[in-house]
Structures are given as C-alpha cells and as structure tokens.
C-alpha cells in the first residue's frame, strides 16, 4: 500500500490562548508541527506527507518541513491551505494527496510527541484488517455527568469507554467517500474526528493500543505536561 500522511495544522487553538496558531507554538524549541513532521518522514518505506495549514503559514511551513526530509528520503512534503472546522481541513488535505496513495494517516499536530511506533500500529492494522483503525486509552478517572451549574447527577459507567487519539488510519476509498457525504456539517454537530466521519457514513472502525507519549496540547497545562515529557524523553 502506498502511504499518505494528512497532518492537520489549520486550527486557531483558541483554548490555549498564545497568541499563534496552535500547531505553530514552541515545543523544547521547535515548533508542533516540526516535531510532527520529523517523526512522519522518519517512517520506513516513505509516502506522501500533506501537511494542513492557514493559508498564510503555507509558504513558510512547506521552507520548514521541506528542511527536515533527510536526503534521499521517500517521502516528499506538500503544504496545502485548511477550512473552518477540522473536518474541513482533513478533505482538503486528503484531496491533495498523489492519486496512488490508497492507505492515509489523519494526524492531529497538537500531539506532537506522538510515536513512530503508533504510525506504524495504526497503518500495519489498517493493513491487515482493511478497516478503519483508531488509537485508544482506557479511561482511569471516574466519570460524572454533572450540570452547567457544576452539579453532579451521576457518576457514568468507564468500563466500555475509550479516549481515542490520532494518527486514524484509513483505506483512502472509505476515508474520502465519507468526508464526500459528510459535506459542511450543521454548526453544532461538526464531528471531532474522522473515525466520527466514517461512522456517520456507515463505515466500522476498529481500535489498536494508544500512547500516553501522544498526549494532544489544548490548554496552559497540557503545554507544561508536553515539556516535562520532552525532557524526560531527551534525558
Ligand atoms: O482544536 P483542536 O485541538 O480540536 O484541533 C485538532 C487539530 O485539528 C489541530 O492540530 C488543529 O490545528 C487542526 N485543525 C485544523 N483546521 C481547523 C481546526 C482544527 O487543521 N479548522
């Protein structure tokens, strides 16, 4: 199968209030999206790397990405403009990629410490299976459902409950067919996720081992929780 990484970097990360795209802060130095890109291009056999990004940011994004493909690399980098919503932004970027790529990796660059290894879990189900291929934790806290008024009704059973993480990993056909039907979302109902998208198409998705390491940065706090494990990484 012929790879293709979509890598989605068009968000305005309005939760985490630092004043540049999300994908764009500083990470140990560099920014979200140069961690991404270093460990897409170090993943065996090569492919193609679309990365996703505000129409603004492209020229210099594609500068900074095309510098981290080591040479003689097989993989080849392009850059391509996002949408409003995430669900936009992942048609777009899948419209961009050569037509012979058929297997696509969907990976969010809010989780920038992301594993090789979960890459290479997620493409090597797909390819084994077929199907639609998402990573997920088990959830550790209690749940409660509570109020706007921070009331707690109940506490929500955790046992059949997962939190999914990206890369998602999909035969292109299927992945592509559902953003198709999925067109603009209603406000209000925009999935969060692509698997979400195959779903409400009909599709099945299956579910491989997540890593802690592919943590997503959305708040202050999540930006200090990624710098201890980068330094806990390097050292
Ligand atoms: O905002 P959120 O954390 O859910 O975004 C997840 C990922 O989707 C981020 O990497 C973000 O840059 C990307 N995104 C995008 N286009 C949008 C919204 C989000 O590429 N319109």
Redesign the pocket.
Known sequence: AQLGVVL??????E?LGAGV???FVELGGRTLVEHCVETIVSLHGGGHLVI?VPEEAAAATLELASRLVPAGSAWEVAVTP?????H???RFGVAALHETVDLVLVH????PLTPAALFERVGAEVRRTGASVIPALPVVDTLKRVSADRVVHETVDRAPLVAVQTPQGFPREQLAAAHDRLGSAPAGSEP?DDAEVVQRAGGSVRTVEGETLAH?L?TPGDLALLEALLQALLA
């Open positions: 989605v970097a068009a968000g305005r990360g939760r795209p999300k994908a996703v996002g949408g409003r919503e995430r936009e932004s992942v969010d660059a809010a989780r969060t997503k959305t």
